[in-house]
């Protein structure tokens, strides 16, 4: 009994997988997982953060002075400004703009009267960078989500093919 083996089959007449190459399957699933958390944080975090934003459209006007610069994209800036007499520290929400600034920075913010604690810069009341990131994260989950399908497309032509 003679054992014939083509050159790029196993025995059992499948395509021999290469060694450190992603096999089509796994490939699919890492694509929808990360296809899945973009969309999660484009829906579930930049949306939100971008109508936070919008929401102080119409709020009261004050100019701030920037108390603590950072990344003010992911929330980590601050701006001090007066109401009432009082001088308030904010924290910019998730989504601003202005982190290039430096600490003493004159700026416009805009704050709700009943909590003067949550302020926005005036550049960003309209979704500012939020809006932006929510859209590239969105159109990248779609993307991701469009290479899965083309995978299970690539996936069952070559199981096609091999038997």
Not at 107 to 112: D, S, T
Request: with cysteine; proline share 4%; charged share 15%.
């Amino acid at each position: 009994m003679s054992s014939t083996h083509t050159a790029g089959t196993s025995r059992a007449g499948r395509p021999d997988v290469v060694p450190g190459a992603l096999r089509p399957w796994t490939a699919l699933v890492v694509s929808l997982v990360i296809a899945l958390l973009l969309g999660v944080f484009s829906a579930l975090v930049m949306f939100p953060a971008a109508q936070h934003l919008r929401s102080f459209q119409g709020g009261e006007r004050a100019s701030a002075t920037l108390h603590r610069s950072g990344s003010c994209m992911i929330g980590n800036c601050q701006v001090a400004f007066e109401v009432d007499g009082q001088t308030v520290v904010s924290d910019l929400p998730v989504g601003s703009g202005g982190g290039k600034g430096s600490v003493g920075d004159r700026m416009a913010v805009r704050y709700h009267a009943e909590d003067p604690r949550s302020a926005a810069r005036e550049d960003d009341t309209g979704g500012g960078g939020a809006t932006v990131l929510a859209m590239v994260s969105g159109g990248a989950a779609l993307l991701f989500l469009a290479l899965s399908v083309v995978g299970v497309v690539y996936a069952r032509r070559q199981r096609r093919q091999a038997l």
